[in-house]
């Protein structure tokens, strides 16, 4: 759900609007300098587009509920943390001013907890993971899945740590903490198995998309096998192609 | 669904808020939310007189009551929020309908779903009366960084060719006799995500080679004055320098509205 207005006081509000702007700012940056230079404009828009979409896909989980996918670490395995920040933030900011989710005044908010803090968490586990781990690209989809698996509480907590300092409401820290916990696990656990499967499906076909696998060998040679069929002694005299 | 016939958020009219400046809205919008948000508990004249407020701009702009109300439906997660807050929150009980709940609580819902409704109906408000190229052009003029307002092009522009591509996977999966009814299913869903993003992707990578055969070098001029810059760049004169050089000189404006390149 996006943080409404009206939710935090304005203080925490502004606070995290200042937070969300710095980490766009140096986003910025980075994605020009170490991940799509020139290409960032029409790569990134494209990949903003596609996060709005997968977040309109809904996945059942039962009895007629169903959720859909944050992409923040989907997103970072798939383009690189800073591309993702700056197409999730764009999400959240068309969002906010052309679909009327989530407060323009908690903009900010929205940008930190959905969009920099699961972006930086999913990735971040996502490298310790590959730095420990035998470095195959087999194991991509699986800590891709893991990163979001942790991603998707850390936002929570979070959430529940503002609320504590700029809620409107006063609500025990516990019981807030132990409910946010207990829904976005399940909500990680579903955002886990998704990614993983998405991030496997794009290896399979396009190994080179995959951000968080380039340092890795995805290939497998080409190997050119001839048979002794396939190889006739001498052409036959032309018959004239079309014919 | 085409690019050019505006938002679905949008109501073409005429009214002064139409009219007004992209850049002005999103001014007021946030200033009017920041006064709401900083407004404190008990001053029931000032959310009344904000609420008045909006209530004048909201007809002042034309757009009809009902087309509002149907989108007030991004409203219910707070609506079931602000339900759980009184059963939660700290403080004195008070019974009402044998429930205890907590006062506290109660006037903070009652306060959050205020505000909250105060943002959703001054946001419609904006979308409504708004063209997405007005608006990014709007974000442009207040200083929004190049880069950002680039990115939010090329997503509102492919936005609609993006999720058309999701609906027609749909489609084919349940022409094939598909529904995914529960998690077992999600495996299938999974892999039209990752299709998704690679066809995404790679109309990405199309969009910018289209682009630098036309001159791009990584920056769009922004054309401030034109707001309104027609959809098809005028010919004449510009014709000979050719197709090149007027795609390159195309103002955000006229990338926007021009009709989706199925690059």
Same mark, same amino acid.
Do not use: T
């Given at each position: 759900m996006h943080v409404p207005d009206g939710f935090f006081d304005a203080p925490t509000s502004a606070a995290t609007a200042v937070v969300a702007a710095s980490a766009i700012g140096t986003s910025l940056y980075l994605a020009r300098r170490r991940e799509l230079d020139d290409r960032t404009a029409p790569l990134a828009g494209l990949v903003a587009a596609f996060v709005f979409a997968t977040q309109m896909l809904n996945f059942p989980v039962a009895g007629g509920t169903s959720g859909h996918l944050m992409g923040g670490a989907l997103a970072a395995v798939l383009v690189g943390p800073a591309t993702a920040i700056l197409c999730l933030s764009v999400v959240f900011l068309v969002q906010a001013l052309l679909f009327a989710d989530g407060g323009i005044t908690a903009l900010g908010t929205n940008i930190l907890l959905m969009g920099v803090v699961t972006v930086?968490?999913?990735?971040g586990v996502f490298r310790v993971l590959q730095a420990v781990l035998p470095k195959r690209a087999s194991l991509v989809p699986l800590l891709a899945g893991l990163g979001a698996l942790v991603s998707v509480p850390a936002a929570a907590l979070v959430f529940v740590g503002l609320f504590e300092v700029g809620g409107t409401v006063d609500v025990p820290l516990g019981t807030l903490?132990?409910?946010?916990?207990?829904?976005?696990?399940?909500?990680g656990i579903g955002e886990a198995v998704i990614t993983a499967a998405a991030v496997a499906a794009i290896l399979k076909v396009r190994p080179d998309l995959v951000h968080g696998a380039r340092r890795l060998p995805t290939a497998t040679p080409l190997v050119v096998r001839t048979s002794p069929v396939a190889t006739p002694a001498a052409p036959a005299a032309p018959t004239g192609g079309e014919a | 669904m085409g690019a050019g016939h505006g938002h679905r958020l949008h109501f073409h009219g005429h009214s002064a808020l139409h009219r007004a400046a992209a850049h002005h809205k999103v001014l007021a919008l946030l200033g009017f939310m920041l006064v709401v948000v900083a407004t404190p508990r008990g001053w029931w004249w000032a959310y009344l007189a904000e609420g008045v407020l909006l209530g004048g701009v909201v007809l002042a702009s034309r757009v009809p009551l009902g087309f509002l109300a149907r989108r007030m439906v991004v409203e219910t997660p707070v609506l079931v929020f602000a339900a759980l807050l009184p059963l939660i929150a700290h403080g004195e009980r008070v019974d009402v309908l044998g429930l205890s709940l907590s006062r506290s609580g109660l006037e903070g819902a009652a306060l959050l779903l205020v505000k909250a409704t105060f943002g959703v109906v001054a946001g419609l408000t904006l979308a409504a009366t708004t063209e997405p190229q007005a608006l990014l052009a709007g974000l442009a003029r207040l200083r929004l960084p190049h880069q950002l307002v680039q990115i939010a092009a090329f997503m509102v522009r492919y936005l609609d060719v993006v999720t058309d591509e999701m609906r027609r996977?749909?489609?084919a999966r349940e !022409?094939?006799?598909f529904t995914a009814r529960d998690p077992r299913h999600w495996g299938v869903l999974a892999r039209s995500v990752g299709a998704l993003f690679i066809r995404s992707y790679e109309r990405g990578e199309r969009v910018h080679l289209a682009m630098l055969a036309r001159g791009?070098?990584?920056r769009i001029p922004l054309d401030?004055?034109?707001p309104q810059a027609p959809a098809v760049a005028p010919r004449g004169h510009g014709h000979a320098h050719g197709h090149a050089h007027e795609?390159?000189?195309?103002?955000?404006? !006229?990338l926007l509205t021009a009709p989706a390149e199925h690059a």
């Open positions: 930086l968490v999913g990735y903490a132990s409910a946010m916990l207990g829904v976005h696990v399940l909500i | 996977m749909r489609v !022409a094939r006799g791009y070098d990584g401030l004055d034109r795609h390159a000189a195309a103002p955000v404006p !006229a």
